[in-house]
């Protein structure tokens, strides 16, 4: 029976409990023995109470709480040989040879040693005759899977780190909370975010808080001092009407020259050359803070689930792996190879070679920053006169999905920096039907980011022929090169209609994007769609409220969340929560389910269970609805347990779009009007499509795929990644168990 143990280290990061949780119990379900170990490296080092053998109840009701409850800690001793010795020798002691590392650079860091380390540790524990020469021999290797658990996100060449999405959160709602404050006095802001050696946090911070100026180590201003620099883009901001600046530092800025900018340089600089008050605000340790994201609950629990596999599996080699995602697949990457390409990037900072700095960081940071220098601009960059100036058009369709005004402002900005008129129309598909269109300038669109619903205004309409023939006219009649759609299923649909026209109506032979904005995330072609990162944090959020609500009472709440016939929310928010089960309209659900499902739950509050949580897509089963699961489960608990359903409404489709959609919307918009460009202002007709992040690409699929790819009857496509997690939310949620999530 393989023995595994698992620690966090270093720093502490949302989202490490849901991992620490997928491991445990991702074990328990492979028969395998699982230890934890407290207190990071110093509990390895120490042994005794701090390596426990760990039940399924142990990692209970942890995946909403911030920090790690297993405990961290700095250790000085494991970085000395004599240190590590030691720690191998208690892992020795327990039978333990396969380690799931949690934790930063330095963490994996001390992991590699003491892996590469570990026959010679054994030999020298063998000779000085504290471990017998059998039990070193029954372990000649330690398989490490590493999870980079780092507010940072700081490993290059993985998606993202366990805690960073939650840091946004945390920088973006202060940052929102900022510019309210700012408004009413006329205050410059300069908001210092962590990030000593890299520069994500501010950088996305930038984008999805609107800032004005950004520090980045990778990016210092140019050379010949900073200081005009900046003030040269405040005052022009000031020019077009910016009326209260945010300056994000990142901890690491520093000037071309490799000299540390400080938060209080940057405050007096402004004070003398700009004037108004002035106030730096330190986040600090905020940002490490608070309930995990959605994002973060279910990054831990896949990564976690994964490693716990891959040491049981033995796919793990000698030398240690780090499991991450890349273009949201998991994948396992030499440890060395990841610790290497980040010394590279912070050697290259130092060398201030930053082109370099920038060039390793990756794809999505280079696009990010690229797409941050022209919103930070005051106004469109004097660009060089075109053959031909386009007229592009934006417009959002169905149902109001948050991120839907970052899309249009990201649209109109970067349309109209590469030297073409942005025109908005108002109200969805009505308003073209109607001739409402009006053009976008660079500050009509400012503080749209981090606004939710929909500034334009979306409907959902449905287009038969006499509306096809009035928008042929509105097409014609502003003379609209190119129509970018923002919006869902009646969105997508509304956008086939029009190109199903062409033949018809001339006007309609334009180049259409649609771009993907629902929060059911029940588009093609795309594995998210914005809006649904924003709904499935409201969802987890009240979720998380629901549980309180019930402490100690003994009981089952059914709840319904939204998502049509998709069952990504649904999904999603069972996993980010724990919930013992998700029902879904993909998978169906029978009288014999629910009732399997209800002697499971019975069989886990006789062993001690004193909560359970189901949830329910929508429109998982028309008959078998929200009112007729709750009266099932309540008749079949008999006494052991009630019920309460929760339907949770409008609430998921409210509120400030999260930093991810806020990010996503920007970068999406960005390509699509990119793409627009290219195809409105070639010499050939331009060809329509639909874009997505695809393997975390962006990819524009030709718009007359979009019947082929999607189940019309059930309005979702055929193909979604997600169902693949239903091993996962299996093996975590056992609703017979005796302990809650
Ligand atoms: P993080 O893992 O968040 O980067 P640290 O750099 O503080 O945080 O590392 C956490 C712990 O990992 C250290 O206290 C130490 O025990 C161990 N560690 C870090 N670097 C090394 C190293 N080079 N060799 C051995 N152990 C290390």
Known sequence: MPRLGVLTSGGDAPGMNAAVRAVVRTALNRDAEIYTIHEGYQGLLDGGDLIRLARWGDVSSVLELGGTALGTARCKAF??????????????????????????????????????????????????????????????????????????????????????????????EAMDALSSTARSHRRTFVVEVMGRKCGYLALMAGIAGG????????????????????????????????????????????????????????????????????????????????????????????????????????????????????????????????????DAVVEAIRAHDYPRAMALRGHGFKEGHAILRTMLQARPSASEPKPRRLRLAVLNAGAPAPGMNAAVRAAVRIGLDKGHEMLGVDNGFQGLIEGHVRPLGWMDVSGWVSRGGSELGARRTKLVGKELYAIARTLENERIDGLLVVGGWTAYVGAHAIYHERGNYPACDIPIVCLPASIDNNLPGSELSIGADTALNSIVWALDRIRLSASAQHRCFVVEVMGRRCGYLAMMSALASGAERAYLHERGVTVGDLLGDVEALKRGFLAGRRLGLVIRNEMANDVYDARFMGALYEE???????????????????????????????????????????????????????????????????????????????ERPRAQWWLALQGVADALGRADRGTDG
């Open 211 to 342: 800032a004005d100026y950004v520090f980045l180590p990778e990016d210092p201003p140019p050379a010949g001092g900073w200081e005009q620099h900046m003030l040269q883009e405040l005052l022009d901001g000031r020019d077009e009407g910016r009326r209260n600046p945010v300056i994000v530092l990142a901890e690491g800025a520093c000037d071309s020259d490799g000299n540390p900018i400080t938060a209080d340089q940057v405050k007096q600089v402004v004070e003398r050359g700009f004037g108004g008050e002035v106030r730096v605000t330190v986040l600090g340790h905020v940002q490490r803070g608070g309930a995990p994201s959605a994002f973060d609950r279910n990054l831990g629990t896949i990564l976690g689930h994964a490693a716990a596999q891959a040491l049981i599996d033995d796919t793990v080699g000698d030398a240690p792996v780090v499991i991450g995602t890349r273009g949201n697949r998991v994948v396992h990457v030499p440890l060395a190879e990841c610790l290497a390409q980040n």
């Open 636 to 714: 079949e608990s008999g006494d052991l347990f009630d019920v309460r359903v929760a339907i949770l409404g409008h609430l998921q489709q409210g509120g400030a779009p999260t930093p991810f959609d806020r990010i996503h919307a920007t970068r999406l918009a960005g390509e699509c009007i990119d793409h627009l460009i290219a195809e409105a202002g070639g010499s050939e007709p331009g060809t329509s499509s639909f874009v997505g992040l695809d393997g975390g690409k962006t990819r524009f699929w030709d718009l007359q795929d979009f019947p082929r790819m999607v189940d019309l009857g059930n």
């Open 79 to 172: 970085r000395e040989r004599d240190g590590r010795r030691q720690a191998a020798k208690n892992l020795l002691a327990h039978g333990i040879d396969r380690l799931v590392v949690i934790g930063g650079d330095g963490s994996l860091t001390g992991a590699m040693r003491l892996s590469e380390e570990w026959q010679e540790l054994g030999a020298e524990l063998v000779a000085a005759g504290v471990i017998a020469a059998e039990v070193a021999a029954r372990h000649p290797a330690l398989k490490v899977a590493g999870l980079v658990g780092s507010i940072d996100n700081d490993i290059a060449g993985m998606d993202m780190t366990i805690g960073a999405d939650t840091a946004l959160h945390r920088i973006t």
